[in-house]
């Protein structure tokens, strides 16, 4: 889906909808009337807004290309978000060597050390639990 986060995530929410698998890949930084997108301060907002569209055991795959977040801190901050009980980390995807940025394509190191995601294009895997147990019919 194209258009802007908040729109579409209201209007899905409004429908009802639940999806077995979500992929959030926002821009970094993005803003409009409706809300604003911050990658390196407000992920985990966006992964809160997102959740409850997701069905009981479906997974959220969620992208932050922050090129100055560290990704021990994104880490961390994904970690808070499953302390509900409601996410659990299922798995950081690597992004592959031959992927634009990688190789005799580098001139310099990150801005921030992406350490323990292999990219500063860090790709976590979430399992959603929900408080209804509700799934996608």
Known sequence: MVGDFWKQIARLKREAQLFDCVFIDPPFFATSKNGT????????SLINKVRPLISQDGYLVAVNNALYLAGSEYLKRLEALCESGYLT????????????????????????????????????ILRVQRKDGRKDQ
């Open 37 to 44: 997108v911050d990658l390196e301060t407000q992920s985990h």
């Open 89 to 124: 980390i299922e798995a950081l995807i690597p992004v592959p060597e031959d992927i634009t940025g990688y190789l005799c394509t580098r001139r310099a190191s990150a801005p921030a050390d992406p350490a323990p995601f292999n990219h500063p294009t860090k790709i976590a």
